[in-house]
């Protein structure tokens, strides 16, 4: 992968490639994932080139000066613990394979990651959200199937996409998952989800098909939907059925979790459900489960 908006000579382009390699075939993370670690290394390069220094040659100091003034906002302040990361597993790897002595970022400092509460939907909203593309239309039938298995399954929007028919078991309830870094899990499904799986594949999904695809959910040419096109459609029906809120493509997946949570279900349950590798990441849920709970009780306790 070349990193755009920079000029590297034949020897920094090589440790770039060689980096993507490590990080793709070694680590076997995700396209997305390396993605995100290049483009904060290019950053940091493009830095070092308007400032004339040696990137393999930086010292501390030159890394707590480019990350000045990032910490204005909480969102910057997520940003720059990710770019630290990142720059730490570079120059680790460098470090590995000889081409510095030492590591220069062991030193930085890092500031204390802001924790923002993802937006979810309640039983209400979730209900209308489902209930708003038109069954008459093939891609009702469609869109219905998709935000079906999306909130009944928790899952992302790229493993929406890449669902394939062979990952489907509606027989035992069951779809099976292929997650980041290609980690597979296996999640159940309940009936609705089944129900209009079925409909769009027995009835529908072939008015898509113009060739031989075998990923479930179709655009109108016959190719796999993309993961724009979900985002636009999931956007399409939260206008539709007049939910005014602030959302991500996760809200459903993050709405599917919480609801869980606030129905008793246990946090390593969620954790696998979800395909998080450390629990750290489901517990963030427990606090929207625990906030969801106090609003619901300031409105409806008794009077003191």
Not at 93 to 100: A, F, G, K, P, R
Not at 204 to 211: A, D, G, I, P, S
Request: aromatic share 10%.
């Amino acid at each position: 992968m070349v990193i755009l908006n920079l000029k590297l000579n034949k020897s920094e382009q090589k440790i770039i490639d060689n980096f993507e390699n490590y990080l793709l075939i070694v680590l076997n993370l995700s396209k997305n994932s390396v993605k995100a670690y290049l483009s904060d290394i290019e950053k940091w390069l493009f830095y070092c080139q308007s400032k004339h220094i040696n990137f393999l040659n930086a010292k501390t100091s030159d890394f707590e000066n480019f990350y000045q003034g990032v910490y204005g906002d909480k969102m910057a302040v997520n940003s720059a613990i990710r770019s630290i990361s990142s720059l730490r597993n570079f120059y680790a790897y460098l470090l590995d394979n000889e081409l510095i002595k030492t590591n220069p970022t062991d030193n930085i400092s890092r500031p204390k990651r802001v924790t923002i509460l993802p937006s979810v939907l309640n039983y209400k909203e979730v209900s209308r959200l489902l209930n708003a593309p038109d069954l008459k239309s093939k891609y009702g039938i469609r869109d219905r199937a998709i935000l079906e298995t999306m909130y009944a399954a928790g899952l992302r929007v790229s493993e929406t996409n890449s669902l394939k028919l062979n990952d489907l078991h509606l027989s035992m309830h069951l779809i099976n998952v292929i997650g980041k870094g290609d980690v597979e899990r296996i999640v159940p499904l309940n009936d609705q989800a089944v129900y209009y799986l079925k409909l769009y594949l027995e009835n529908f999904r072939n008015q898509f098909l113009h060739q031989n695809v075998t990923e479930v959910f179709l655009n109108y040419k016959g190719h796999k939907i993309s993961r724009q096109s979900i985002w636009k459609m999931i956007k399409k029906y939260l206008k539709l059925a007049g939910i005014d809120k602030k959302v991500t493509p996760h809200t459903l997946r993050h709405s599917f979790a919480t609801h869980l949570i606030s129905n008793g279900a246990d946090l390593r349950s969620v954790q696998e459900l979800l395909g998080h590798q450390n629990v750290s990441t489901t517990q963030i849920y427990t606090h929207i489960a625990n906030n969801l709970l106090l609003k619901i009780y300031n409105k409806t306790k008794p009077r003191e």
